[in-house]
């Protein structure tokens, strides 16, 4: 039997030498064509872990970007990083933000020479991670269009742009990054989706989606605490996506509160199903993730299942995210296995 595909959402620990560890938003520790080397370094670096880790489906790990959508708005014309003004973010802290100050443009490709490296470092899938639509525009102050429709369809070109450059790279899965899409029902509703699917059109590679719940700052975990006894959020959502285009859906499985038959609001889509926790440095066991995944089964089919971490492992050190994704694959054996 074919062995269940196992990845990871989004970043890995960054080196020592590239970026402050264990932080969310390590800045890097060098610049120019130093800064270059790094990062290239730290991709074949990250490729070499995950595939001796036993994972199928590799990404580069984040390990070329700060943070995973102001990376990317920084490199876009029309926003202002250095005036910046409060917002409130999913609803649910302030921050300093960057302004949209003018037409949002991009000219030259963010990530077309890391997908270039990484296509090159490995023969298996590789899969990179965009921040989506909706979620960029949460995360700014919008002074030009003042419509988040019009500057979240403005960016879904910009990322369709972006999306068609990597594919002639030799991208396999373009995934996008939503936890915006857990908040903003009505917009998800209204615009939303649709947008999702503009930054995905004429896309020949496989797309996913990512939504999660957050982590890593006691806002996220504060919210998470409010929600009661089940997280029900992926039931606005998922009927919608279900009807889209996109390919493949995540959701967290490991230590949440999200009910698992929610999954069946997803027929025809690949389940990315997250059987890693990244609230914890405790390594999962591979039979625990066997047992879960056999709950998951019941409302998809293994021909339809991925085994994934619930978000990023940035916050990890390397040793502790080594282990999970290795736990990760010895569980995707024993389903090949049990299961056949």
């Keep these: 039997m074919k062995k269940v595909p196992v990845t990871i959402s989004g970043s890995l620990p960054k080196p020592e030498w590239l970026a402050e560890s264990g932080k969310l938003w390590g800045k890097w520790k060098s610049s120019g064509e130093e800064l270059l080397q790094a990062k290239a370094k730290a991709l074949k670096l990250i490729v070499d872990d995950q595939v001796n880790s036993g994972l199928t489906i590799i990404t580069d790990g984040e390990q070329t970007r700060e943070h995973f959508v102001t990376t990317f708005i920084e490199n876009i014309s029309g926003v202002d990083f250095k005036n910046k003004k409060t917002v409130r973010i999913r609803n649910r802290y302030d921050a300093q933000v960057p302004v949209v100050t003018g037409e949002v443009q991009i000219k030259k490709s963010l990530f077309l020479e890391d997908v270039k490296i990484l296509r090159k470092l490995t023969d298996k899938p590789i899969k990179i991670s965009l921040p989506g639509p909706l979620t960029m525009v949460d995360t700014l102050y919008d002074d030009y269009y003042k419509s988040r429709q019009k500057l979240a369809e403005k960016f879904a070109e910009i990322l369709n742009w972006e999306c068609l450059q990597l594919e002639k790279a030799g991208i396999d899965i373009i995934q996008f990054d939503e936890p915006a899409f857990n908040v903003f029902f009505d917009e998800v509703k209204d615009w939303g989706v649709a947008t999702l699917e503009k930054a995905a059109k004429n896309l020949k590679v496989k797309t996913a989606v990512h939504i999660c719940y957050g ?93 994934c971490t619930n978000c990023g492992m940035v916050t990890f050190s390397r040793e502790v995210a080594l282990s999970k994704m290795k736990s990760m694959a010895e569980a995707a054996t024993l389903i090949s296995k049990e299961l056949k």
Excluded at 223 to 238: A, D, I, M, P
Excluded at 277 to 286: G, L, M, R, S, W
Excluded at 293 to 299: A, D
Aim: net charge positive; charged share 25%; aromatic share 6%.
């Design 215 to 307: 982590y890593g700052i006691e806002a996220n975990i504060k919210w998470k605490q409010s929600l009661g006894n089940e997280w029900r959020q992926y039931e606005h959502v998922f009927p919608l996506l279900a009807k889209s285009k996109i390919n493949q859906v995540s959701l967290e499985c490991m230590n949440s509160k999200v009910p698992l038959d929610l999954i069946g609001l997803l027929k025809g889509k690949d389940i990315m199903a997250g059987v890693i926790d990244v609230a914890t440095k405790e390594i999962e066991n591979p039979k625990n993730i066997l047992e879960l995944i056999k709950k998951v089964l019941k409302f998809t089919k293994l021909e339809n299942l991925i085994l």
